[in-house]
């Protein structure tokens, strides 16, 4: 069975860092492009960031320089380091696992998706 599972979510304070974890089974991760959604209560879902077959990765504005994407396949498994948290950061992160190799945050691009981990960033 072809699955995708996040993990890695919690409640942290503001300025505080998170790092998710995104693990697939059934499938090698490494062969496809990878990317981390969220979204917040009331609002839309939104690319945050993705990272390329060949380790190229790419950030929406507001998570560079805070979020770092990765991936270790041997562990069939892709990260997202988040730091310096804010409050605004919350929402349910879903991890989304390509049909192909591009850079993208277009949802329809992606085949595989997670159920999601709850980040709640407040004080």
């Known amino acids: 069975q072809l699955q995708v599972v996040e993990s890695g979510g919690g409640l942290v304070q503001p300025g505080g860092s998170l790092r998710l974890s995104c693990a697939a089974s059934?499938?090698?991760?490494?062969?496809?492009?990878v990317a981390w959604f969220r979204q917040a209560p009331g609002k839309e879902r939104q690319g945050v960031s993705c990272i390329s077959l060949n380790g190229i990765t790419y950030y929406a504005d507001s998570m560079k320089g805070r979020f770092t994407i990765s991936r270790d396949n041997a562990k069939n498994t892709v990260y997202l380091q988040m730091n310096s948290l804010k409050p605004e950061d919350t929402g349910v992160y879903y991890c989304?696992?390509?049909?192909?190799?591009?850079?993208?945050?277009?949802?329809?691009?992606?085949?595989?998706w997670g159920q999601g981990t709850q980040v709640t960033v407040s004080s």
């Open positions: 059934g499938f090698t991760l490494a062969y496809y492009a």
């Open positions: 989304a696992v390509q049909k192909g190799d591009l850079l993208t945050f277009r949802i329809n691009e992606y085949r595989y």
